[in-house]
């Protein structure tokens, strides 16, 4: 009977929990704006690694339904004429330079179910991470991680100087050997092969000068 009781306090405890979490465009601005950045935080830590800074300040932006057409036109019709809020991270001088964007990340929470639909990141702003509601919480998550200025900078010099491998690993050593070999026994080859047909070729036409020569030379 008493276990039956806890279990009891437990779901209605949930429920009322769940409950908070929906129509948060009907609740006061200080409790909603307390759950927008706690699902928030939760949804950004869950899918990345390095956007939450310690005492970087949110900011929230009630978006309404303006994003309706824009998923219209997507052919993301079950997002439209559902109410938006966003809860944004500020980025650095140095990064708002570096990306032409002020915002670090991003984060879309649907108000009729208070969970976070969508991710949208300094580093690709052509690319986020959507539906992200429907994502099982027991799945496995591959968290994208944040790059610095410093890191894009050595990517882009690395793609623009790339390494030529001169001497190969130790275990890579034996086989790298054969194929030098391999590729010279080749290039020897197509050169006899070259200095073959030349020679040839020469003694075709020397063969054919003399012919044209002794024509000439009869009466």
Known sequence: ?????????????????????????????????????????????????????PGNKPYIEDIGYKLSETYKKQCLKEYADRYLYAVYYLATDKEKKFYENDTLVKAL??????????????????????????????????????????EYLKEIEKFNNPKILTDPPPEMKEKYQKFLDMKKRRRDSAIILRQQYLQKRDSIWKQDSIKESRKKLQP
């Open 109 to 150: 929470v649907l108000a009729d179910i208070g969970k976070v639909t969508e991710i949208i990141y300094i580093d690709n702003t052509s690319w986020g991470q959507l539906a992200l509601e429907k994502v099982d919480s027991k799945a496995k998550i591959t968290k994208r991680k944040f790059k610095t200025v410093e």
């Open 1 to 53: 009977m008493k276990t039956n009781f806890i279990i009891t306090i437990l779901l209605l405890f949930s429920n009322i929990l769940l409950a908070q979490h929906q129509n948060l465009d009907k609740l006061p601005q200080k409790e909603r704006d307390s759950i927008l950045v706690k699902v928030a935080n939760e949804a950004i830590n869950r899918f990345s690694i390095g956007y939450l800074r």
